[in-house]
Nanobody
């Protein structure tokens, strides 16, 4: 059974940091590019960052470039998103995506 389980979201003040995780199971996640998306209330889901199967190539949306870092541990079958210098505009549900699979999302709220 394929599962993607995100964790690590929460409430943080502007300028703070969070680290999201996405644990994959039920398939060979290490073979595929993995991606983070986010969806703010009332807005469409948007791409945030991607990382290739070996982790050698990463790409970021302009809105988060320089503040977020995507990484992966293929032994642990886990995808990460380190988020620094968080802004209220980063408030959203963050989703992990691999192939046709989506996680359930984890809420990130940036507010003072």
């Amino acid at each position: 059974q394929v599962q993607l389980v995100e964790s690590g979201g929460g409430l943080v003040q502007p300028g703070g940091s969070l680290r999201l995780s996405c644990a994959a199971s039920g398939f060979a996640s290490s073979l595929y590019t993995m991606t983070w998306y986010r969806q703010a209330a009332g807005k469409e889901r948007e791409w945030v960052a991607s990382i290739t199967s070996t982790g050698t190539i990463t790409n970021y949306a302009d809105s988060i470039k320089g503040r977020f870092t995507i990484s992966r541990d293929n032994v642990k079958k886990t995808l990460y998103l380190q988020m620094n210098s968080l802004e209220p505009g980063d408030t959203a549900v963050y989703y992990c995506h691999v192939r046709d699979y989506w996680g359930q999302g984890t809420q990130v709220t940036v507010s003072s």
